[in-house]
């Protein structure tokens, strides 16, 4: 088989160019607002700066090297990613300090994790298991520079991590004695509101790291959810959030942000009108995605407050109009919707549309989607 | 700005290659069993040809050209599309029959529609407004060989459509009238048991239609969760369904196929075990889809029947053992997952891997992914 039998059309002959206006843009699509995705990358900084806390942003909402390289000349310390190939596409493109906060495992993942890190200098990785260390361990043995590996502690929020403080001082300790790793910290995705646990979980694994003399490079907390309750957690060293550099509804919900702060809308257009409570758009699962994340329906329709997106199917979304909002938006009207979840909604397109008032500015390839692992 | 600047990188290096084993295939990605695939094909185009119907498979659940040969080789009359970039792509591998089953909004995507309907012969699209209606005729107005236009109805599916047969034979006579356009049929997506009225409303519109001397040349009726009912709906001339090809947890539950007919398999390993009832796999919602169909959980883990995927976050999915399947999996054990909906998952990759008992077969790019509309 031949890479050309591989290769795929894209949707570069639909997108629009700098100095295009945002009308002509085809919907549906995701676009982003330059003004507010400044102040939202501004604002999570200042206040980590003034909490004294590194910052690290998560990619996977944006998955965009170019808004990687403004998250780090605002402060940010270094980025964090879920897989390795999102973190081979942001070394491309210059980015040294790289914490892949997963469970590498199997031999070509592995091998490449190696690869990654002899190019870079500051590659990290996570474990929760003794099998997780063996597995780095037996490809970086003999490294002359190890591996940093932290340990994910689970704190509440019920995913992966060790289960106790003991156990994680156990595993550091077996990173730290293990060839070609080096223990490098500790590592949370807590529950929303967890600070207190997290806390507390901390302490004493810190007291158990250093009864056996193991220093702990690093406490890194994380999460959209639990961004503005970094203070609270006054053991880490450094806080992971990724959403809030676009912001959605779930971030307006926790009272992170306001309206006015979500960068992201979803642009769609009005293809019918079937009732005078129902109108039906362009936009479905494969532009804002299933993703409810509690809310009972699909995104905040602007402009129209009684209007609810209450089904979508893939390539249409219903909304019931209620009543309150006049006749409700006609054919052909270009609606904006701030999607429930942005980081999805950046997952179903290959390139992202900016804007600033309404003028596009850039169009980003995203970089990093689709690579699979 | 250049094209360059806007490519983005591929999977193609992650792909395996003909001849490879399954058990190489880095996960998470959803696979295809090639002799469960051309079952499904053949057995749906044998209930179909048993009813006398024609058969129009649509693409959405594929997106690949290669499968749409497959499905017009076995018997499909031809394909239906949601989107024009879809068709496109479609008739670019040379298939003429498209039915475009979406009201066709704005400048641009009329314009790319009349330059593909000189392009094939069988192009039709559908319209439930006499807004829809006038927007084709404003650009197709003139042309020597008239766009067949169908009229979506509403019989209860609560999407788009006219609401009443009187509506559906006012809208056929518009478009009848209507310059460049001819009266192509009645077309529509029903609610799930709806069989009678939908043979309700088509005979009220056909005997409206037959009253002002319109002749219907098709009557189009769909839906996989509607497909073995399809003989109820006597009227009809012809059904469209997708999900059929690959089949998935939705299909199984609605009583059209068995686990056995399942042929996409989601692809995943284990990458913690917290606890002796929690497996965590590096499948998410970048991997499922968060679409639910009303299910509870999020896939069918093969294997394990006492597993429920009871939580996604984007790359992990979170899997309650419960009791009774003895320890359960290992760390970096592979697992396969039939989703509960396979049409959004297919939509997450850009290439799609085929094997036959365990050996890859082929890679096919999902060409329509990603094209936006």
Chains 1, 2 share one sequence.
């Not at 002509?24 to 507010?36: G, H, L, Q």
């Not at 642009?267 to 362009?282: E, G, Q």
């Not at 994340?293 to 909304?319: K, M, Q, W």
């Not at 999607?339 to 909604?345: E, K, L, R, Y």
Request: proline share 5%.
């Amino acid at each position: 088989m031949s890479i050309a039998t591989r290769s795929r059309p894209t949707d570069e002959p639909l997108l629009p160019r700098p100095g295009d206006r945002l009308e002509s843009v085809s919907t549906p699509r995701p676009v982003i607002d330059e003004d507010r995705l400044a102040g939202n990358i501004a604002r999570v900084q200042r206040y980590m700066d003034a909490q004294g806390l590194s910052f690290r942003p998560h990619i996977k909402t944006h998955k965009i090297p170019a808004l990687a390289h403004e998250q780090i000349a605002a402060g940010a310390r270094g980025i964090n990613c879920q897989k390795i190939t999102e973190a081979e596409i942001f070394a491309d493109a210059g980015i040294e300090d790289i914490l892949i906060t997963f469970n590498i495992w199997g031999a070509e993942k592995l091998a490449r994790l190696l690869s990654l890190h002899r190019r870079i200098a500051g590659l990290k990785a996570t474990a929760d298991s003794a099998e997780t260390v063996a597995g780095l361990s037996g490809v970086f043995a003999g490294e002359s520079r190890p591996l940093p590996v932290l340990v994910e502690c689970d704190t509440g929020g019920g995913r992966c991590g060790v289960q106790s403080p003991e156990d994680a001082v156990a595993l550091a300790a077996r990173i730290h004695a293990a060839d070609g790793l080096a223990f490098g910290g500790l590592m949370t995705y807590p529950r929303t509101g967890g600070a207190a646990e997290v806390e507390a979980f901390f302490a004493a694994t810190l007291a158990g790291l250093s009864a056996r003399g193991l220093d702990c490079p690093a406490i890194s907390n994380g999460g959209t959810p639990s961004l503005f309750d970094a203070h609270l957690v006054t053991s880490a060293t450094e806080h992971r959030a990724g959403t809030y550099i676009y912001n959605d509804r779930s971030t307006v919900r926790a009272g992170h942000c306001g309206e006015e702060d979500c960068a992201m809308h979803v642009l769609a257009t009005v293809v019918s009108r079937p009732t005078a409570t129902r109108a039906v758009i362009d936009a479905g699962t494969k532009a804002l995605t299933s993703d409810l994340l509690g809310f009972a329906d699909h995104g905040l329709v602007l402009g129209y407050p009684n209007a609810r997106i209450v089904g979508l199917s893939e390539e249409h979304g219903v909304i019931d109009l209620g009543a309150g909002d006049g006749a409700g938006p006609a054919i052909g009207e270009r609606l904006r919707i701030v999607p429930n979840h942005t980081c999805v909604v950046s997952n179903l397109f290959d390139h992202m549309i900016f804007h600033r008032d309404g003028i596009v500015t850039r169009v980003e390839p995203v970089a990093a989607r689709g690579l699979v692992w």
